[in-house]
């Protein structure tokens, strides 16, 4: 049969809808959020072509309203687990052999169910089990998530086109062949865009994977698994599973054919489990890859030079969108005293005009936290805050779980550089203001880069061009992400890839070809259209 050449179709960013009062958008989704709020979902392990009820359930509930029930999600045995893993290495051998083409288009199309006749739906579920508003869910669910399934595709094209040079009588080739194995995909409750990438990656690149959503993101995940459902993913390329996740994970490090994981969550939980996959690597048929994205403890610091206006702005957005649960939350600032009254002028009054409420409502700009084990503790570091002589709060401050984990956006003045909210990962709406004086501005940078063990995001704010120079130089291994005059969240795939290194992860940058390349082992092969026929080199005559 010929064929071509394909070309993948280039790669857009996914528009932004806006949801301004009168759009359909903004219709639809209420509706579909009100539809799905009073609907019992029963969401079952997704194991080749077969839902498993085990009949082992947790209840979901919205994070705002946690007395509200949702439906339940099913809890895996071992014997399930063992079942997936069996099934992905059942299924691995038509996939992996299936033209890449194929492979895309199943992404693609998945894409474009999101884009369309799903956006409200995981919109909806997002907003309801994640608690995000509509900008946030928007930007993860739906765009976020459809830019990493059409970007993935475009940089598998770029790799698979990457060949290596021939000498006159031979032809030199690279095949991009999928792992020997299975991927473990683990995710995060707090973007439902990284759920679907993180298991979707792999499989694009031919391989199978398990993947086990976080418990907090069941809601959502369901919906991810629909859709590719929909899209034409063969059965057991990608198998869900929840339970214990100490169980899963330890089942399926036990599997020989165990041949990568790909993580995002917090550091501890990484740690571990490369630690459990050293200890197992005698059992192992390959080296496994290990790509995890972590924690981190995002700064901002601001030079004297910057715009005030600016800096507020950027720690207002930076610290608070989706109640500071992303991982490149700034979470600890560095501010002039020339700058420090205007800014917590203005910070203070962005603060006292945030509404908190539930995503349904659309004027909320703050919902609550994901779980009640991290909103107490969010409670004790706040209180803690208002005990200790070294930290004051200045604006925010309370909290209340009576209907729903709702947490004040709260900010913390500290005298001490090395204050507990200035090292610890909060992941919530606390941020903590270290304010230096203004001379001391290349010693504060020193101190920015010092004070953590993380390395993730960072943004740097300067009228100065010298100054943005020397904090780009001074700042080198403090971020992976790293941003001059901006707030160092909202990464774009395509634009921004994103990762960081020391204690925040592999740095593998999710959404780019640098982490589609984990996800294959190349073969070279080289042919000789006539193999030599005497071993004797020239200079050693006839
Ligand atoms: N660097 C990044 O790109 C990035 C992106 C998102 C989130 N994060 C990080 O994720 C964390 C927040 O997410 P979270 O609360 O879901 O993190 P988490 O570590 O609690 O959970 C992440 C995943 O690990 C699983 N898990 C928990 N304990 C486990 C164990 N003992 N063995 C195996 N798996 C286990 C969870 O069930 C979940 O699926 C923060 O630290 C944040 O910085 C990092
Ligand atoms: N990519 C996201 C963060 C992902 C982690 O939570 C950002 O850039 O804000």
Same mark, same amino acid.
């Given at each position: 049969?010929?064929?071509?050449?394909? %070309?993948?179709?280039?790669?857009?960013?996914?528009?932004?809808?806006?949801?301004?009062?009168?759009?359909?958008?903004?219709?639809?989704?209420?509706?579909?959020?009100?539809?799905?709020?009073?609907?019992?979902?029963?969401?079952?392990?997704?194991?080749?072509?077969?839902?498993?009820?085990?009949?082992?359930?947790?209840?979901?509930?919205?994070?705002?309203?946690?007395?509200?029930?949702?439906?339940?999600?099913?809890?895996?045995?071992?014997?399930?687990?063992?079942?997936?893993?069996?099934?992905?290495?059942?299924? &691995?051998?038509?996939?992996?052999?299936?033209?890449?083409?194929?492979?895309?288009?199943?992404?693609?199309?998945?894409?474009?169910?999101?884009?369309?006749?799903?956006?409200?739906?995981?919109? $909806?579920?997002?907003?309801?089990?994640?608690?995000?508003?509509?900008?946030?869910?928007?930007?993860?669910?739906? *765009?976020?998530? *459809?830019?990493?399934? &059409?970007?993935?595709?475009?940089?598998?094209?770029?790799?698979?086109?990457?060949?290596? #040079?021939?000498?006159?009588?031979?032809?030199?080739?690279?095949?991009?062949?999928?792992?020997?194995?299975?991927?473990? $995909?683990?995710?995060?409750?707090?973007?439902?865009?990284?759920?679907?990438?993180?298991?979707?990656?792999?499989?694009?690149?031919?391989?199978?994977?398990?993947?086990?959503?976080?418990?907090?993101?069941?809601? !959502?995940?369901?919906?991810?698994?629909?859709?590719?459902?929909?899209?034409?993913?063969?059965?057991?390329?990608?198998?869900? =599973?929840?339970?214990?996740? #100490?169980?899963?994970?330890?089942?399926?490090?036990? !599997?020989?054919?165990?041949?990568?994981? %790909?993580?995002?969550?917090?550091?501890?939980?990484?740690?571990?489990?490369?630690?459990?996959?050293?200890?197992?690597?005698?059992?192992?048929?390959?080296?496994?890859?290990?790509?995890?994205?972590?924690?981190?403890?995002?700064?901002?610091?601001?030079?004297?030079?910057?715009?005030?206006?600016?800096?507020?702005?950027?720690?207002?957005?930076?610290?608070?969108?989706?109640?500071?649960?992303? *991982?490149?939350?700034?979470? /600890?600032?560095?501010?002039?005293?020339?700058?420090?009254?205007?800014?917590?002028?203005?910070?203070?009054?962005?603060?006292?005009?945030?509404?908190?409420?539930?995503?349904?409502?659309?004027?909320?700009?703050?919902?609550?936290?994901? %779980?009640?084990?991290?909103?107490?503790?969010?409670?004790?570091?706040?209180?803690?805050?208002?005990?200790?002589?070294?930290?004051?709060?200045?604006?925010?401050?309370?909290?209340?779980?009576?209907?729903?984990?709702?947490?004040?956006?709260?900010?913390?003045?500290?005298?001490?550089?090395?204050?507990?909210?200035?090292?610890?990962?909060?992941?919530?709406?606390?941020?903590?203001?270290? =304010?230096?004086?203004?001379?001391?501005?290349?010693?504060?940078?020193?101190?920015?880069?010092?004070?953590?063990?993380?390395?993730?995001?960072?943004?740097?704010?300067?009228?100065? /061009?010298?100054?943005?120079?020397?904090?780009?130089?001074?700042?080198?291994?403090?971020?992976?992400?790293?941003?001059?005059?901006?707030?160092?969240?909202?990464?774009? =795939?395509?634009?921004?890839?994103?990762?960081?290194?020391?204690?925040?992860?592999?740095?593998?940058?999710?959404?780019?070809?640098?982490?589609?390349? &984990?996800?294959?082992?190349?073969?070279?092969?080289?042919?000789?259209?006539?193999?030599?026929?005497?071993?004797?080199?020239?200079?050693?005559?006839?």
């Amino acid at each position: 049969m010929g064929k071509g050449f394909f %070309h993948v179709p280039v790669a857009v960013n996914e528009p932004v809808k806006s949801y301004a009062p009168g759009t359909p958008e903004r219709e639809e989704v209420l509706l579909t959020y009100k539809d799905l709020y009073n609907s019992k979902m029963d969401v079952p392990l997704y194991i080749g072509s077969e839902e498993i009820k085990t009949g082992d359930t947790e209840t979901m509930h919205p994070p705002h309203d946690h007395k509200h029930d949702l439906g339940v999600y099913h809890k895996a045995k071992k014997k399930h687990i063992q079942k997936a893993i069996d099934t992905a290495l059942e299924a &691995r051998t038509r996939w992996a052999d299936l033209e890449w083409e194929q492979r895309a288009a199943v992404f693609l199309k998945a894409a474009d169910l999101i884009a369309g006749k799903y956006r409200s739906r995981i919109n $909806a579920a997002t907003m309801i089990g994640q608690s995000k508003n509509i900008y946030q869910a928007e930007i993860d669910s739906a *765009c976020e998530l *459809c830019d990493f399934l &059409r970007f993935n595709v475009e940089y598998m094209s770029q790799i698979y086109d990457e060949q290596p #040079e021939s000498s006159d009588g031979a032809w030199n080739r690279v095949e991009y062949r999928p792992l020997e194995g299975f991927v473990y $995909a683990i995710t995060p409750f707090n973007f439902t865009a990284i759920a679907g990438n993180l298991p979707s990656s792999a499989a694009l690149m031919g391989n199978v994977a398990i993947w086990k959503p976080s418990d907090s993101q069941v809601f !959502s995940a369901q919906v991810i698994m629909e859709v590719f459902k929909e899209a034409g993913m063969p059965d057991g390329v990608i198998n869900m =599973v929840m339970g214990d996740p #100490e169980m899963i994970t330890d089942t399926i490090l036990a !599997s020989p054919d165990f041949a990568g994981i %790909h993580f995002t969550g917090s550091t501890t939980v990484f740690k571990n489990i490369w630690q459990k996959i050293g200890n197992n690597i005698h059992n192992y048929k390959t080296y496994p890859r290990i790509v995890g994205e972590t924690g981190g403890k995002d700064f901002i610091v601001a030079h004297p030079s910057s715009n005030a206006e600016q800096v507020a702005t950027a720690i207002s957005r930076g610290a608070f969108e989706f109640q500071g649960q992303k *991982c490149s939350a700034a979470s /600890r600032v560095y501010l002039p005293e020339s700058l420090w009254p205007r800014i917590k002028e203005l910070v203070v009054e962005d603060v006292q005009s945030f509404k908190m409420g539930s995503p349904e409502d659309m004027s909320n700009f703050i919902t609550a936290v994901i %779980h009640e084990g991290s909103f107490d503790k969010l409670a004790k570091y706040i209180d803690q805050a208002k005990k200790d002589k070294n930290a004051e709060i200045v604006v925010g401050g309370n909290y209340d779980k009576s209907k729903g984990y709702f947490v004040e956006p709260t900010v913390i003045l500290t005298t001490d550089p090395h204050y507990t909210t200035m090292e610890t990962e909060l992941f919530g709406p606390v941020v903590t203001i270290y =304010v230096y004086k203004d001379e001391d501005w290349e010693k504060t940078l020193k101190l920015v880069d010092e004070t953590s063990i993380y390395g993730l995001t960072g943004a740097v704010f300067s009228g100065d /061009r010298y100054e943005l120079s020397k904090a780009t130089k001074a700042l080198q291994n403090s971020a992976g992400n790293f941003y001059l005059n901006d707030k160092p969240t909202g990464a774009v =795939v395509g634009q921004q890839p994103f990762g960081g290194a020391r204690a925040s992860g592999t740095n593998d940058k999710a959404g780019s070809k640098l982490n589609l390349m &984990r996800w294959i082992s190349p073969r070279l092969i080289k042919e000789t259209y006539t193999a030599a026929t005497d071993y004797k080199y020239p200079f050693m005559g006839e």
